[in-house]
């Protein structure tokens, strides 16, 4: 019995119609490499497809970077600016002083009708008053932002009108400078004093 099963098992291999049976095997492999062609496929468009998209990320990332720090730097500006504007306004009632202390022009004829008007109402008389002419230095090569003229001035009175002067004119709201200073007895009169003085004033070029 055995040995005739065997034998029918044999001549079914070989019958035709079981050769047209598919081959459960075979099939599956060639379904297993097609899904592994298929996924290396999607892996390698898939990279090309991505790869674009991370790159315009990494710039938008770098865009973004470079947009806070302006931000940062703009705001801290307009902090300062904000705090300058601030100082400016604490200082802006001062501001005509300072123009005037250091004018933009010589303004020769008013610092002499300003000192001639300190010595007349210290009751000193003045014998001698000379200024010399400013001169502007035009060379390229000189950094300073100011220039200067120079005054002579003699003038008659008693010690105690002499120091309040002296003292009036460091008291100037125009900036002016004592070189030279001396005081010596009149001669004709010696209850009176003679005051020698040399000056300096400044403008800006």
Do not use: C, H, W
Not at 20 to 45: C, G, M, N, Y
Not at 130 to 143: G, Y
Not at 146 to 164: E, K, P, R, T
């Amino acid at each position: 019995m055995s040995k005739i099963n065997r034998n029918l098992f044999k001549d079914i291999k070989k019958n035709k119609y079981f050769q047209l049976l598919p081959d459960f095997k075979e099939d599956r492999v060639q379904k297993i490499t097609t899904l592994a062609l298929t996924l290396v496929a999607l892996s390698f468009f898939g990279l090309f497809a991505i790869n674009p998209t991370l790159s315009t990320i990494a710039k938008l990332e770098k865009e973004l970077s470079d947009n806070k720090f302006v931000d940062q730097k703009l705001q801290t500006k307009i902090n300062d600016l904000s705090l300058l504007q601030q100082k400016y306004a604490l200082i802006q009632q001062d501001l005509p002083y300072v123009y005037s202390s250091v004018p933009k022009s010589p303004e020769a004829p008013l610092v002499i009708a300003q000192i001639q008007t300190l010595a007349k109402a210290n009751n000193l008389k003045i014998s001698s008053f000379q200024t010399f002419q400013a001169e502007i230095e035009k060379s390229p090569t000189n950094l300073k932002k100011y220039s200067n003229f120079l005054f002579n001035l003699s003038a008659v009175g008693a010690y105690q009108d002499i120091n309040m002067f002296i003292s009036s004119l460091n008291s100037m709201q125009r900036i002016i400078t004592l070189d030279m200073l001396s005081i010596s007895k009149k001669i004709d009169d010696t209850s009176l004093l003679e005051l020698n003085l040399k000056g300096t004033t400044f403008f800006k070029k």
